[in-house]
Structure formats: C-alpha cells, structure tokens
C-alpha cells in the first residue's frame, strides 16, 4: 500500500491568470519506489500559523483590526484557515512534481486577505494538510485513503504575494461596499462633477479632515 510523503519546493506567481494565483510546487513521493502510482486525487487544506513569526511594531498597528491590541495577542493570535485547493497527480513511480494553483483574493473583507498585506516583509507560517484518494497497482488495480496525519509547513515569502496583487492589482486595492453606501457616494461623485472614484473618496475624506494621499 502507497505511503505518500507531500513537500512544498517552492511557489511561483501564475502570470495572465484570469485572477490572482499562486502556483506551490507539490513533490509527492513514495517510500515504496518501485510501486507504480495510477493517479492521486489530493485535495489541500491551507492554513495561516501566525503564531509561528515575529511582527514589528508598525505590522501590529496593521493587524489591530485582526487581533487587538498587542497586549491580548496571547488570546487573540490563533492559527486561521487560509483556502482550500486540490489537484490530480498523473501517473508515476518513486516521486513526482506537480503545481497546486491557489486561488488568492485582495478583497479587504476576507481575514487571509487583511493578515498578508498587514506584513511588510518575512515570511507567512503555513500549514498544509492532505487528504484524498490513491490509485495504484498491487497485485491488482487498488484505491486507497490518503492518512489524514500527512501534512507538511512552509514559509511563504510575503515579498511573493506582494508581488502578485501588485501584478494583478497595480497600485490599487478592492472595496466591498454596501449597495445603499455605493448609491450614496455615486449620488455625491455625480452632484459634484468629480470624474473618478478615486478623487470621489478623496474629496470625501478632505471634507471630513482625513488626510489623503500626497
């Protein structure tokens, strides 16, 4: 019977995707190399472990919204799930590399999203949990259970999902907002001949003393 081993080599940003995706390259080996591997059906539960860094003083300040205050991290700091993903491994023997694609998002109401860009640099902990199904030859064609124990961690450069959101997404960000506050700054962009959305919430912010950018 298969007994699979699954590592991370490394991750790469997918370019020209219709969103944003990140590609981890998945080996998958197995400790019996002669036994020849059908397929694998493996699905990928990614989860964030951020008790596994350190974070500067201005990276708190971008997680309050998060976690609190720095002093209730203790309570507060907790392992959260990322994604889920899955992928079919082709046929093969001994070991083989295959991508995981990972849908990303840069929408600010989504914790993943708010937890990456509230880091400047380093690496992000995670955690990726398997399951599935194998299907393999014995002395006949057989299927079995990936063990629920496999997982394996790595540390995900910050500097690779910055690189992809600003290849996406150059020099902006997405913003959910409700239908009523939509209508209610498109009423305010039309009545004040402002011509895009950008200089809309600008102005609005300028009426209410926020700074803006420079």
Same mark, same amino acid.
């Given at each position: 019977?298969?007994d699979l ?18 590609? +981890? ?35 708190q ?29 082709p ?6 590399v295959?991508?995981?694609h ?13 937890? +990456?860009?509230?880091l400047?640099a ?7 949990q ?10 006949? +064609?057989?299927?079995?259970?990936i ?11 910050v ?19 409700h239908?009523?506050? +939509?209508?209610h ?11 895009t959305?950008?200089e809309?919430?600008?102005r ?11």
């Amino acid at each position: 019977m298969p007994d699979l081993q699954v590592t991370v080599e490394g991750v790469e940003v997918v370019p020209f995707a219709a969103a944003p995706l990140l590609a +981890f390259k998945l080996r998958v080996s197995n400790s019996s190399q002669q036994e020849l591997i059908h397929a694998v059906t493996l699905r990928v539960q990614i989860q964030i472990e951020a008790l596994r860094r350190q974070y500067t003083r201005e990276e708190q300040e971008h997680l309050s919204e998060l976690y609190g205050e720095p002093s209730r991290w203790g309570q507060t700091l907790r392992t959260m799930l990322w994604t889920h993903a899955s992928v079919v491994v082709p046929r093969f023997t001994s070991s083989t590399v295959v991508d995981l694609h990972v849908p990303c998002t840069f929408d600010f109401n989504v914790a993943a999203t708010k937890y +990456f860009h509230g880091l400047d640099a380093g690496e992000i902990p995670l955690c990726l949990q398997f399951s599935g199904m194998v299907f393999y030859q014995g002395d006949a +064609f057989q299927v079995a259970p990936i063990s629920w124990d496999k997982e394996t961690q790595y540390r995900l450069p910050v500097q690779v999902w910055k690189k992809l959101m600003n290849d996406y997404y150059p020099n902006s960000v997405l913003l959910a907002l409700h239908r009523d506050t +939509f209508a209610h700054l498109q009423q305010f962009k039309t009545r004040e001949g402002i011509g895009t959305w950008d200089e809309a919430v600008e102005r609005a912010l300028t009426l209410t003393g926020e700074p803006v950018r420079s």
